[in-house]
């Protein structure tokens, strides 16, 4: 059974930063993409970037350069550096795995979901 764990949220100011950790374990698929999707109050879930096991990356628009996501040195994990965080970004982050080749932006392909960790951002 595989099990995401996430960790990372908290509050911040506007302009500040926070990184997303998020580990998968008894992962036995070859090729595993990890991604990062939120829900902000009152909408829907949104994907916000993935990376695959290769290492391509896929941002959504409104995080593109303020946004990193990153392989760590274990396998099947992944971070994902928020800077330059607007009240707009303040949602419940939630880690997703699934065995893609490469990785997507859409919740379909993911078998895996960590719980959920919530990013606050003031204004």
């Known amino acids: 059974e595989v099990q995401l764990q996430a960790s990372g949220g908290g509050s911040v100011q506007a302009g500040g930063s926070l990184r997303l950790s998020c580990s998968a374990s008894g992962v036995t698929d070859r090729d595993y993409a990890l991604a990062w999707f939120r829900r902000a109050p009152g909408k829907e879930r949104e994907g916000v970037a993935c990376i695959a096991s290769h290492g391509r990356t896929f941002y959504l628009d409104s995080v593109k350069g303020r946004f990193s996501i990153t392989s760590g040195s274990a396998k099947n994990t992944a971070y994902l550096e928020m800077n330059d965080l607007k009240p707009e970004d303040t949602a419940v982050y939630y880690c997703?795995?699934?065995?893609?080749?490469?990785?997507?932006?859409?919740?379909?392909?993911?078998?895996?979901w960590g719980q959920g960790t919530l990013v606050t951002v003031s204004s």
């Open positions: 997703a795995g699934g065995g893609l080749i490469g990785c997507s932006i859409v919740p379909e392909p993911y078998d895996d």
